[in-house]
């Protein structure tokens, strides 16, 4: 049945025989917290809420893919520190994102006690900005901060689509050495991934929790099988070697620098923290789960993406036979020199490019909810359209539709330009970082001119205060580092270009506001439902 009447007396702590009314939880309207929520943020409930603690908790952890992730970009960090940086770095990436990820977690906290509240939805960061913002500059920053995760997420579909089709590209190169990939196969096969991830989006989505909790399962597996492997049949090196060495491959001429500029790799393992506030209309009791679910999973997979980092450098053998690997993945040749087997080697990577597409998966849902939660705002053109939900698919089917279309159009940069492409789907890292950057200096002026804070089911107490400056320190270097080239002194093909394109969008959505936007976009505040 869609709607159930509770059977117990206590709903989320709700008595309702006290209140002398029927509490209704449903998979349509959630639990009273959540009905409360939307009726005073003035939003309409329009998407299940099928998504439950585990689910959610396996959707982050699949789309963050920490480990995976890991393992794919690990020539990054080799090229730029060596093993000791690549290690060491990681764990200090690690650490200041954790403290991001708290920090963003009490923001999607806040729940609905008073008619100023915000309450958890699918805008996000934007929607934090908008309450949490300086009064004067809350329309503003707002705005451009929804224009940033819309940039960050929608190139973030092709980025992962690449990543699962050149992974397919470096087996058929270990099975067939003598293939040459085009880039037009590259192409292709991010448009199969991406294709793949719209049914799963479309025809499959109320399926999508029941996915999430299987494919959660694979992930852990995954972990072990690799792990046990590289254990048990590769060589290892010695502690001090993998520890101590700490190199400039890249040619830097200062090994602290070069570990720094290897610190793009962890950053983007542990990236996306926010993907699971954009599905938080579609999760029942969303200011309690969220931000739970949100710190279990930075925790999981901040220590299982160590445990495989420091394993996979110690079964490295030599760093520079292993950069030079030509399956173009350094872990795929360490699973040959473990294993020795084609097949081995297959059935092992085949793991990580089934986490990747499902990674797409859950970074479609994520781009088109947070896309639809910005139009339905007014933040970007067309914004009726793509805002509407289909009666019946209960998704914001038009967004998810036009993020397709994007992740195609991106991806036939590729044919022309691989350096092109590589810019633009890498360029959701510093996207996302920057909303990170407004929603955590927003939080922490807040706090730093002590203001009083919205009411919370998750609240870093006194450590607040302190815990946002840190996150935001971080942050700034995070994103400086992000513009970086991999080696220094590089030609126009090997140029980072993501600060001139970054330019363009910021330069482009500002002009928007200008013109249009500022006419259109109130931000989420002023929606606030005042008459309870």
Same mark, same amino acid.
């Given at each position: 049945?869609?709607?159930?009447?509770?059977?117990?007396?206590?709903?989320?702590?709700?008595? /309702?025989?006290?209140?002398?009314?029927?509490?209704?939880?449903?998979?349509?309207?959630?639990?009273?917290?959540?009905?409360?929520?939307?009726?005073?943020?003035?939003?309409?409930?329009?998407?299940?809420?099928?998504?439950?603690?585990?689910?959610?908790?396996?959707?982050?952890?699949?789309?963050?893919?920490?480990?995976?992730?890991?393992?794919?970009?690990?020539?990054?960090?080799?090229?730029?520190?060596?093993?000791?940086?690549?290690?060491?770095?990681?764990?200090?990436?690690?650490?200041?994102?954790?403290?991001?990820?708290?920090?963003?977690?009490?923001?999607? #906290?806040?729940?609905?006690?008073?008619?100023?509240?915000?309450?958890?939805?699918?805008?996000?960061?934007?929607?934090?900005?908008?309450?949490?913002?300086?009064?004067?500059?809350?329309?503003?920053?707002?705005?451009?901060?929804?224009?940033?995760?819309?940039?960050?997420?929608?190139?973030?579909?092709?980025?992962?689509?690449?990543?699962?089709?050149?992974?397919?590209?470096?087996?058929?190169?270990?099975?067939?050495?003598?293939?040459?990939?085009?880039?037009?196969?590259?192409?292709?096969?991010?448009? /199969?991934? =991406?294709?793949?991830?719209?049914?799963?989006?479309?025809?499959?989505?109320?399926?999508?929790?029941?996915?999430?909790?299987?494919?959660?399962?694979?992930?852990?597996?995954?972990?072990? =099988?690799?792990?046990?492997?590289?254990?048990?049949?590769?060589?290892?090196?010695?502690?001090?070697?993998?520890?101590?060495?700490?190199?400039?491959?890249?040619?830097?001429?200062?090994?602290?620098? #070069?570990?720094?500029?290897?610190?793009?790799?962890?950053?983007?393992?542990?990236?996306?923290?926010? =993907?699971?506030?954009?599905?938080?209309?579609?999760?029942?009791? /969303? #200011?309690?789960?969220?931000?739970?679910?949100?710190?279990?999973?930075?925790?999981?997979?901040?220590?299982?993406?160590?445990?495989?980092?420091?394993?996979?450098?110690?079964?490295?053998?030599?760093?520079?036979?292993?950069?030079?690997?030509?399956?173009?993945?350094?872990?795929?040749?360490?699973?040959?020199?473990?294993?020795?087997?084609?097949? =081995?080697?297959?059935?092992?990577?085949?793991?990580?490019?089934?986490?990747?597409?499902?990674?797409?998966?859950?970074?479609?849902?994520?781009?088109?909810?947070?896309?639809?939660?910005?139009?339905?705002?007014?933040?970007?053109?067309?914004?009726?359209?793509?805002?509407?939900?289909?009666?019946?698919?209960?998704?914001? $089917?038009?967004?998810?539709?036009?993020?397709?279309?994007?992740?195609?159009?991106?991806?036939?940069?590729?044919?022309?330009?691989?350096? /092109?492409?590589?810019?633009?789907?890498?360029?959701?890292?510093?996207?996302? $970082?920057?909303?990170?950057?407004?929603?955590?200096?927003?939080?922490?002026?807040?706090?730093?001119?002590?203001?009083?804070?919205?009411?919370?089911?998750?609240?870093?107490?006194?450590?607040?205060?302190?815990?946002?400056?840190?996150?935001?320190?971080?942050?700034?270097?995070?994103?400086?580092?992000?513009?970086?080239?991999?080696?220094?002194?590089?030609?126009?093909?090997?140029?980072?270009?993501?600060?001139?394109?970054?330019?363009?969008?910021?330069?482009?959505?500002?002009?928007?506001?200008?013109?249009?936007?500022?006419?259109?976009?109130?931000?989420?505040?002023?929606?606030?439902?005042?008459?309870?």
């Amino acid at each position: 049945m869609e709607d159930t009447k509770s059977a117990e007396a206590q709903v989320n702590g709700h008595d /309702a025989e006290s209140q002398g009314e029927d509490v209704v939880v449903s998979e349509k309207k959630g639990t009273p917290d959540d009905q409360k929520d939307m009726h005073r943020m003035g939003k309409m409930q329009e998407m299940r809420r099928n998504f439950r603690f585990v689910s959610i908790f396996g959707y982050s952890m699949i789309l963050m893919a920490t480990w995976e992730t890991g393992l794919t970009t690990l020539g990054i960090p080799l090229l730029n520190g060596g093993t000791g940086g690549a290690i060491f770095v990681y764990i200090a990436t690690a650490v200041g994102m954790c403290f991001v990820i708290a920090s963003m977690a009490e923001m999607a #906290s806040m729940q609905v006690q008073n008619s100023f509240s915000p309450a958890p939805t699918s805008g996000g960061q934007y929607h934090w900005v908008s309450e949490f913002a300086p009064r004067e500059h809350q329309k503003f920053l707002s705005y451009l901060v929804g224009w940033l995760c819309v940039l960050g997420w929608q190139t973030g579909i092709p980025s992962i689509g690449y990543l699962a089709g050149t992974q397919i590209q470096g087996l058929i190169i270990l099975n067939n050495p003598n293939y040459v990939p085009e880039r037009w196969h590259g192409t292709l096969l991010v448009i /199969a991934v =991406a294709s793949y991830s719209i049914i799963f989006n479309t025809f499959l989505a109320r399926r999508l929790p029941l996915i999430e909790g299987i494919v959660l399962v694979l992930h852990l597996f995954g972990f072990f =099988a690799i792990l046990i492997v590289l254990w048990v049949l590769a060589p290892r090196s010695k502690a001090s070697d993998v520890f101590g060495q700490f190199q400039d491959n890249a040619g830097w001429g200062n090994v602290g620098l #070069s570990c720094l500029v290897g610190m793009l790799a962890p950053i983007f393992s542990l990236l996306g923290s926010d =993907a699971a506030t954009h599905m938080s209309e579609e999760l029942r009791d /969303a #200011s309690y789960t969220l931000p739970r679910a949100m710190l279990w999973t930075a925790g999981s997979n901040s220590v299982l993406g160590l445990i495989m980092i420091i394993t996979l450098c110690f079964c490295l053998g030599d760093v520079q036979t292993i950069i030079n690997t030509p399956t173009g993945y350094p872990f795929i040749q360490v699973f040959y020199n473990a294993t020795g087997s084609n097949v =081995a080697t297959s059935v092992l990577t085949s793991i990580t490019i089934i986490m990747s597409i499902f990674g797409c998966v859950n970074n479609v849902a994520t781009s088109s909810r947070q896309l639809f939660a910005f139009a339905r705002d007014h933040g970007v053109p067309f914004g009726d359209f793509l805002a509407h939900v289909r009666p019946g698919w209960d998704i914001p $089917l038009n967004s998810v539709l036009v993020s397709f279309v994007i992740s195609i159009l991106l991806s036939l940069i590729n044919i022309g330009s691989t350096v /092109a492409f590589n810019s633009i789907a890498s360029l959701g890292t510093c996207a996302l $970082l920057s909303s990170y950057i407004i929603s955590c200096s927003c939080m922490f002026v807040k706090r730093w001119r002590k203001e009083p804070l919205l009411p919370s089911r998750f609240s870093l107490g006194k450590y607040g205060l302190a815990t946002n400056a840190i996150s935001v320190i971080y942050l700034v270097v995070a994103l400086v580092f992000s513009f970086f080239p991999v080696t220094p002194h590089p030609t126009p093909a090997f140029m980072n270009w993501n600060i001139l394109i970054y330019g363009v969008t910021i330069i482009f959505s500002l002009a928007y506001f200008m013109l249009r936007g500022r006419h259109q976009y109130v931000g989420p505040v002023e929606y606030l439902n005042k008459s309870m």
